[in-house]
């Protein structure tokens, strides 16, 4: 019911910046959340930022270097991360919220990998 299309990854040396975007199309009455979640080798997925009506909240491990947006005429998410470093490599992952004839539904982006390295 809502489909999610995702890009902007890519290999970045240390200290270097990439843009992740994520648009959602389908029949949406409203978006709730959008947010970006990673998930590293060996690790379970983790939140990394969240952009609703009433704000934004990051984690910590990223708060200050990267920086979530969404256009809501385009229903598109992104995510400027900067000052990269190699515990940022992961799948990252685009997950939207929104309202659709059936109530809410949770719709998850195919995954696109970063990696930090020299």
């Known amino acids: 019911q809502v489909q999610l299309v995702e890009s902007g990854g890519g290999l970045v040396q240390p200290g270097g910046s990439l843009r992740l975007s994520c648009a959602a199309s389908?029949?949406?009455?409203?978006?709730?959340?959008m947010a970006w979640y990673r998930q590293a080798p060996g690790k379970q997925r983790e939140l990394v930022a969240v952009i609703t009506s009433g704000g934004t909240n990051y984690a910590e491990s990223v708060k200050g270097r990267f920086t979530i947006s969404r256009n809501n005429a385009k229903n598109t998410v992104y995510l400027q991360m900067n000052s990269l470093k190699p515990e940022d490599t992961a799948v990252y992952y685009c997950?939207?919220?929104?309202?659709?004839?059936?109530?809410?539904?949770?719709?998850w982006g195919q995954g696109t990998q970063v990696t930090v390295s020299s």
């Open positions: 389908g029949s949406i009455f409203s978006i709730n959340a």
């Open positions: 997950n939207v919220v929104a309202t659709v004839a059936s109530g809410p539904f949770s719709s």
